[in-house]
Nanobody
Framework: QVQLVESGGGLVQPGGSLRLSCAAS????????MGWYRQAPGKQRELVAV???????NYANSVKGRFTISRDNAKNTVYLQMNSLKPEDTAVYSC??????????????WGQGTQVTVSS
C-alpha cells in the first residue's frame, strides 16, 4: 500500500559527495518522522539521520558536519546530502518513514535500500 524508493547511490571517491533521495508513494495521509539508516556487511544497522515533520534533525556522531538530511513534504520525499565521504561510509542506505493513514494510524515503512560505495 505504501512504497519507499531510494535513489542516488553509487560509487564515489573519498572526499566526494552524493545526494540520496527517498520518495514515498501510495495510500498516504501524512508523514511524520523520516530517517536514513545504513548497514554494512557483518555490521548492525545504524541510524544516520532523522528529521521530524517540523524539520528538527538529529545525526549520528560519525556523520555530523558532513551529512545533511532534509525533506520536501509536498513531494513526500526525504533527502540525504553526503559530503566529504569516507570509505567507512560504505553501506546500504535505507530510508524509513512513519506513515499516517486517514485514520491517523501509524505504520513504519522501509525502502529497499541503495548501495553507497566510497573507494578509490
Amino acid at each position: 500500500q505504501v512504497q519507499l524508493v531510494e535513489s542516488g547511490g553509487g560509487l564515489v571517491q573519498p572526499g566526494g559527495s552524493l545526494r540520496l533521495s527517498c520518495a514515498a508513494s501510495g495510500r498516504i495521509f501524512s508523514i511524520s518522522d523520516m530517517g536514513w539508516y545504513r548497514q554494512a556487511p557483518g555490521k548492525q544497522r545504524e541510524l544516520v539521520a532523522v528529521i521530524t515533520s517540523g524539520g528538527t534533525t538529529n545525526y549520528a556522531n560519525s556523520v555530523k558536519g558532513r551529512f545533511t538530511i532534509s525533506r520536501d513534504n509536498a513531494k513526500n520525499t526525504v533527502y540525504l546530502q553526503m559530503n566529504s565521504l569516507k570509505p567507512e561510509d560504505t553501506a546500504v542506505y535505507s530510508c524509513n518513514a512513519h506513515i499516517l493513514d486517514v485514520l491517523i494510524r501509524v505504520t513504519i515503512y522501509w525502502g529497499q535500500g541503495t548501495q553507497v560505495t566510497v573507494s578509490s
